[in-house]
């Protein structure tokens, strides 16, 4: 049974950089059949994807947060990485790692690990 | 950029039927899917392309989606049905999720 968990800081101070790392167990992170994915969610709204990786590198990034993102993926480890740069107040929620099955037309997250709450505060 | 729009809330009585809209321009033309988010747990894919259940999901849930407008349809509603619902898109090589919808069994 596929999981994945993610691991980092909670709390990172305004401007800093919020780093989280995603770690798959149960499953390859270098399967040919998936992406994988970072989402987050403020408290008490909705959904936001942030990113997607391939284990071969080719990323997809969501347009409103590109210029402060960095995504990346150590098949080694079988784990994949998020970067957020600059960060503010508004950056506060729980950040979720996901397997993304991509196809031509469409794409969906399944499954999701349990996600690690992070604060932007000084 | 791509919006998704959901109704802000949803009450059904159990055992009814409760129906969760999503509209998006051409939304018909994508593929819809659906996320059910109980309190204080992390999202679980329910419907996908359109209309297809994982997994594990029960047989009360089902997907339709045409023209703006997709929806997911919950039978015989239970208590335990009472989330917070998202409706999610690919656009553009962006995936876009719907502002959400509390179900409230009442």
């Known amino acids: 049974q596929l999981q994945l968990q993610e691991s980092g800081p909670g709390l990172v101070k305004p401007s800093e950089t919020l780093s989280l790392t995603c770690t798959v167990s149960g499953g390859s992170i270098s399967s040919n059949s998936y992406f994988w994915g970072w989402l987050r969610q403020p408290p008490g709204k909705g959904l936001e994807w942030i990113a997607t990786?391939?284990?071969?590198?080719?990323?997809y990034y969501n347009p409103s947060l590109k210029s402060r993102l960095t995504i990346s993926v150590d098949t080694s480890k079988n784990q994949f990485s998020l970067k957020l740069s600059s960060v503010s107040a508004a950056d506060t929620a729980v950040y979720y790692c996901?397997?993304?099955?991509?196809?031509?037309?469409?794409?969906?997250?399944?499954?999701w690990g349990p996600g690690a709450l992070v604060t932007v505060s000084s | 950029s791509y919006e998704l729009t959901q109704p802000p809330s949803v009450s059904v009585s159990p055992g009814q039927t409760a129906s969760i809209t999503c509209s998006g321009d051409?939304?018909?033309?994508?593929?819809a899917s659906w996320y059910q988010q109980r309190p204080g747990q992390s999202p679980v894919l329910v419907i996908y392309q359109d209309t297809k259940r994982p997994s594990g999901i029960p047989e009360r849930f089902s997907g339709s989606n045409s023209g703006n407008t997709a929806t997911l349809t919950i039978s015989g509603t239970q208590a335990m049905d009472e989330a917070d619902y998202y409706c999610?898109?690919?656009?553009?090589?962006?995936?876009?999720f719907g502002g959400g919808t509390k179900l409230t069994v009442l």
């Open positions: 990786i391939y284990y071969t590198g080719t990323t």
């Open positions: 999610q898109a690919w656009d553009k090589s962006t995936a876009v």
């Open positions: 996901a397997r993304h099955k991509q196809l031509v037309l469409d794409a969906w997250f399944d499954p």
């Open positions: 051409k939304l018909g033309d994508k593929y």
